[in-house]
């Protein structure tokens, strides 16, 4: 099956994670991540779920799923350790029209959790369809090696020149202008003056 990828922006959409576990606890972090509004359903849960309830960071549920649970939501996450529930959540979304994610169980996904490398505002997400997540993390652990902290920096510069070229106006010599700034080259350049001036700061 060919995936479509996508960038979701969920800041304010209600997510709904069934399960109060490890494995749950992670989708929820990086729900939290994406600024996104989250209930979790769970009759027992982490310490850290916990907490972030009571931070009012989430909302938790603590009881067992029941369909209604999904009512509103923009998608779901099934990330109980009981396949039997975790398919009861899948049917509930398509009955909801909504995408749901059940852990471990690509036949039973809408979507999948990529591995992913950020730097800032570049995110690189990989993806293997959910046959080899293993494979998908040592690829984001090499280029993590390959894309350095320095990269969130640079994005937030190239960000603040396009926003001051496109100011005047877009053409094809701005257009031109944008790509060789995003060159290879240019960010040589940029690092080494980064380099320089914060070499600079720690010897005044």
Not at 21 to 44: F, M, N, R, T
Not at 167 to 193: I, K, N, P, Q, Y
């Amino acid at each position: 099956m060919s995936l479509f990828p996508a960038f979701l922006k969920l800041r304010g959409r209600w997510c709904v994670v069934v399960g109060g576990g490890k494995v749950a606890e992670g989708k929820i972090a990086s729900l939290l991540d994406a600024e996104a509004q989250i209930v979790v359903v769970a009759p027992e849960a982490t310490d850290a779920i916990a907490e972030w309830a009571r931070e009012g960071r989430i909302q938790w549920h603590a009881k067992l799923f029941e369909q209604d649970d999904l009512t509103g939501a923009f998608l779901a996450v099934a990330a109980t350790s009981a396949p039997g529930v975790n398919h009861e959540v899948f049917l509930a979304a398509e009955v909801h029209g909504i995408l749901c994610n059940a852990v471990d169980d690509p036949d039973r996904c809408n979507f999948y959790y990529p591995a992913v490398v950020r730097r800032g505002a570049l995110q690189i997400a990989i993806s293997t369809a959910g046959l080899s997540p293993a494979l998908s993390q040592r690829l984001r652990r090499e280029l993590e090696e390959q894309f350095g902290p320095e990269y969130e920096l640079w994005i937030e510069w190239l960000g603040a020149m396009r926003s001051a070229l496109r100011a005047g106006g877009s053409s094809a010599s701005t257009r031109l202008l944008l790509h060789a700034l995003a060159s290879r080259e240019m960010f040589e350049h940029f690092v080494d003056s980064w380099r320089a001036k914060t070499a600079g700061e720690k010897t005044a």
